[in-house]
């Protein structure tokens, strides 16, 4: 089967939405937010997900609508911002590795604690988001090497300029 859809994966705030959005302009594809996807479909923010359902049960929705997104884009292409832990299921990682080019960002720890300062991230609240980070990248990292047919390094690259790079290096299929 031929993969025309792009995901992008890596740590929460390495920018895959906002890569992800210039990424599907760039393309002329639609653009899906793999957790604004599961927002709209539970009718609730992510952080009331987790305070109801656990990451168990977030986790379990999260597969649910990559299932959905993985059929889908055997259809009609599309550019996937994933969720950072969007990796560690097994049967998530081979729906990326059976309909989608994916795209490890790469962001050192400490610029990804840098970046979620603002954000609502139940994986990271309380305590030092540095130490997370490194964490979540510990935990992590094989998932997303496990899954990347690119690996791309954020450092110094803005949100346009890391979409065009990814544009120039996954071919473009009919």
Known sequence: ????????????????????????????????????????????????????????????????????????AAQSPLVLALGGGAVLAEGNRALLREHFDTVWLVLEPEEAARRSEDGDRPLLAGGERVERMRRLLAERESYYAAVADLVLDRAGLGARETAERIDGQIPRRP
């Open 1 to 72: 089967m031929s993969k025309t859809s792009i995901a992008l994966a890596g740590l929460p705030a390495s920018g895959k939405s906002s890569v992800g959005r210039h990424l599907a302009q760039l393309r002329g594809l639609p653009f899906v937010d793999l957790d604004e996807e599961i927002e709209r479909t539970a009718g609730r923010i992510i952080s009331e997900i987790f305070a109801a359902e656990g990451e168990a049960g977030f986790r379990a929705r999260e597969s649910e609508a990559l299932g959905r997104l993985a059929r889908e």
